[in-house]
């Protein structure tokens, strides 16, 4: 077999697969194995390759110890989907992380022993509160911003600890101060009452507020049902009669309602009170006579007709 086959090419061939070089380059076709001339002489060292070798990726090896030892430098915000060993994956597309908060101001902090002392709201008493006398109580009103102006205060006028207290709601312009029951209005008042078996001696008289009728705003009736109290603190009647629709709702203010009131016992601070009609549109008006005579006083149950 040696003789019919001539293997030389095939040898050549192989033997320069096994010492082929970077200049060394063999067709790769068996049967026209040629050898091209090569400008490095055969037997010479082959030269370094100008391109080192890529590095090869580490191969994974599993900790000896069991515990897992954290990174130096973690990532400020792992990622869920990060694996516990290795280099995390990077996803495709990571969209923007969100601001950082701003950090908060510090607190104020106080010095040691030091506290912060509670604040007090100064409550100023009026003149007319610490009044010890009708007449003392008076007499600061002159002294109350809500009378500075006034001309003068109108006191009251009746006997002491009246059974009656009739309460209007400001003096009318021309009335003497002290002859209220001398008027038209006052004179129908004694016969009313008396009517009811009151003497005229049992009554007595104040007003609401103690100057000209003007407009009060919402401060000032709450003054006014101050001084009024104060006041009826010093005559200490059995009752207090009011008299018309507005003064009822200074009084009482505007949660009730004077038509399904008028005639009933309410309380004022203490003092039981009955509201009626207008004493002055009633001295004229029959009608408004028979509807207090009728509807008003029987709906109250303490008066007795005699």
Known sequence: ????????????????????????????????LTRKKSAVPAGS???????????AAPA???????????????APFPSPAQPAFGAPAQ?????PSAPAPAPAAPRPQLDAGMTIAPRTVKKTTAAYELADSLNAFYDALKTDAL????????????????????????????????????????????????????APESLGVTYFYKDAPRALSPILLASLRRMLTKEISFIAPEMLITFGEPLFYDVFSKGKNFNDLAGTVLDFNGTKTIPLVDAFAMTTDKQLKWLTWKVHIPRSGVFAAK
Request: aromatic share 12%; glycine share 6%; proline share 16%.
């Open 147 to 198: 009378y500075a102006r006034a001309a003068n205060v109108v006191r009251y006028e009746g006997s002491e600890h009246p059974r009656l207290l009739i309460l209007l709601a400001a003096p009318k312009p021309g009335v003497p101060a002290g002859e209220f029951f001398k008027t038209p209005t006052g004179e129908m008042l004694v016969r009313l009452f008396g009517s009811l078996g009151y």
């Open 91 to 95: 996803p495709a597309f990571s969209a």
């Open 45 to 55: 060292p082959r030269p370094a390759n100008p391109m080192p070798p890529r590095p």
């Open 60 to 74: 994974f090896s599993q900790p000896a110890s069991p515990a897992f030892t954290a990174p130096k430098n973690p």
């Open 1 to 32: 077999m040696p003789d019919e086959f001539d293997f030389s090419e095939l040898r050549k061939y192989l033997q320069g697969q096994m010492d082929m070089g970077e200049e060394d380059l063999l067709l790769d076709e068996p049967w026209t």
